[in-house]
């Protein structure tokens, strides 16, 4: 059974563009969530998908975005990025979004 | 605010010796809690999850709930170097459908 896709592994952006970033849950998994990981910070939860909806988002500016397709694969946008926006950027999906979670790998975006 | 704590350690023992890593939570409404082992540079890997209070065992590791007391522990039993990882415990968000994440607890196995 493959396990959460993320792609690209990493990205070097520099300040005011925007990227985006992809992933594709486990086979059969509806919610997808994606987090902001860094070394101060930890874990922050940035918003969760189910079904194409967004059902909950965390304390992020609304330079962060995101959306989930039919096929429950999900991608995360943010634009006019900042030098604070450099950090692992995880995915994780579940059947639902209070059931346990399994991450990618991950996209380390480095902005200079 | 949700919030999940953790001592963030690091947290040292010896080989063989039994790892105790804890948790609390403030949000009474939680009902699942998970535990994830993160080595540096890799992303969270679930390894048990417990709804009920009480104890779950997998293996060397055990789980246990207190949710009157709004606390989780981890015990890693017969401890590895290669258990060595920064260990985060997440619980249920309740209504919001998400996991809130503690900041995690660093364990260092010495062999």
């Known amino acids: 059974k493959a396990g959460v896709t993320q792609t690209p592994r990493y990205l070097i952006k520099t300040r005011g563009q925007q990227v985006t970033l992809s992933c594709s849950p486990i086979s059969g998994h509806r919610s997808v969530s994606w987090y902001q990981q860094t070394p101060g910070q930890g874990l922050q939860f940035l918003f969760e998908?189910?079904?194409?909806?967004?059902?909950n988002k965390g304390n992020f500016p609304g330079r962060f975005s995101g959306r989930q397709f039919s096929n429950s694969r999900s991608e995360m946008n943010v634009s006019t990025l900042e030098l604070g926006d450099s950090a692992l950027y995880l995915c994780a999906s579940s059947f639902a979004g209070d059931q346990p979670q399994h991450f990618g790998d991950g996209t380390r975006l480095s902005i200079l | 605010q949700k919030e999940v704590e953790q001592n963030s350690g690091p947290l040292s023992v010896p080989e063989g010796a039994i790892a105790s890593l804890n948790c609390t939570y403030s949000d009474r409404g939680s009902q699942s809690f998970f535990w994830y082992r993160q080595y540096s540079g890799k992303s969270p890997e679930l390894i048990m999850f417990?709804?009920?209070?009480g104890d779950k065992e997998d293996g060397r590791f055990t789980a246990q709930l207190n949710k009157a007391s709004q606390y989780v522990s981890l015990l890693i039993r017969d401890s590895q170097p290669s258990d060595s990882a920064t260990y985060l415990c997440a619980g249920d968000g309740g209504s919001q459908g998400n996991l809130i994440f503690g900041k995690g607890t660093k364990l260092s196995v010495k062999p």
């Open positions: 417990i709804y009920s209070n």
């Open positions: 998908y189910f079904s194409e909806t967004q059902r």
